[in-house]
């Protein structure tokens, strides 16, 4: 086990939504492309709304190249909602199928990195009320204006969480284990937020986590393969959305353990855990992981060719433990 000392703790460095304007992102792009994926499960009250001002604000003026939607096996309106808005709209069930039709949420954000073309991609959840692009721009600043950077995890306060940035996953089963065995991670602010992006050469080169461990997975995979150096994080302000019963954390806050544990002790874990609680039937919670998307010997999907003067370069799936796609950290 690793000591969580303070030495051994890395800064990531920190910065700021405002300091990245959309007319410094567009002079710092140059010839790199940027695609903004945002994964979808029952979010037809507030996609359209995301997409749109991503569009309107961002895909207009050149800063981002496509807008993508991977919609994981909605009931509602949300791939409707998106494509009206004026997203390209994927499903999750259409892509990859030799891996299976199954759903969850690093099954879509390991899909939507199939899919998409940008050298960057952002991601961003689809359940942020009163959205603003700052959380496109302030996570794009730093891959956009530091050539050494390459991942970038976004941070904000969240009033909903107690008035905390970091919620009730993040405080009581994240933090404390990445204390016991990553200690270098401990200064990332919220190692499970939602909202970041990274260099398409590094993402395509780790494996992705199907469920709601994938944020965590990705923090420890990159910076084992890559170094803790390049990984930045932006402070986003405010963030609203809706907060989860625990007993919808729970299972969510198992996956997080199975993964961080998985990632310090492979095989410690097993790949199914019955979460056992006294008043209510036991959940299944699988830890099930996609190959990088590197190692696919296939070609890449069709989809739309990003704006820019650069071309982009050339088991059933876990089942989702919550109803939605968004980690209520």
């Known amino acids: 086990m690793t000591s969580g000392s303070a030495s051994s703790r890395a800064s990531a460095p920190t910065r700021r939504h405002d300091e990245f304007p959309a007319a410094t992102l567009l002079d710092a792009k140059g010839r790199q492309t940027v695609s903004v994926c945002l994964p979808a499960r029952n979010e037809a009250a507030t996609v359209g709304a995301i997409v749109a001002a991503i569009r309107q604000d961002l895909l207009a003026t050149g800063v981002v190249d496509e807008i993508v939607v991977v919609d994981d096996h909605s009931s509602d309106d949300t791939a409707e909602e998106a494509r009206r808005a004026g997203a390209h709209v994927v499903h999750a069930a259409d892509v990859l199928t030799d891996f299976g039709r199954g759903h969850g949420k690093g099954e879509v954000l390991w899909k939507s990195l199939h899919v998409s073309r940008g050298d960057i991609v952002v991601w961003c959840d689809a359940d ?14 730093p891959l956009l ?30 933090r404390p284990l990445l204390s016991m065995f990553f200690p270098e991670l401990c200064g990332i602010i919220q190692p499970l937020s939602g909202e970041y992006g ?3 050469a590094m993402l395509e080169a780790v ?22 150096d390049g990984i930045a994080q932006v ?29 310090a002790h492979p095989g410690l874990v097993d790949q199914r855990v019955d979460l056992i609680r006294p008043d209510s039937e036991d959940t299944a919670v699988a830890f099930t992981e996609r190959p990088p998307i590197a190692s696919l010997e296939r070609g890449r999907a069709p989809g739309p060719k990003p704006r820019g003067t650069r071309a982009s370069r050339d088991d059933e799936g876990v089942a989702d433990q919550a109803a939605s796609n968004i980690f209520t950290t």
């Open 128 to 141: 942020i009320r009163d959205f603003d692009v700052r959380f496109v721009r302030g996570v794009l600043g």
């Open 145 to 174: 204006t530091d050539p050494d950077c390459y991942f970038v995890k976004g941070h904000y306060h969240r009033p909903e969480a107690e008035g905390t940035g970091g919620g009730r996953v993040t405080e009581l089963v994240a």
């Open 198 to 200: 990274g260099r398409r």
């Open 207 to 228: 494996p992705f986590v199907c469920g709601y461990g994938v944020d965590v997975g990705l923090l420890i995979d990159l910076s084992r393969r890559f170094g803790f």
């Open 235 to 263: 402070d986003l302000d405010v963030r609203h959305h809706r907060n989860r019963p625990l007993d919808e954390l729970s299972p969510q806050a198992t996956a997080v353990a199975q993964t961080i544990l998985e990632r």
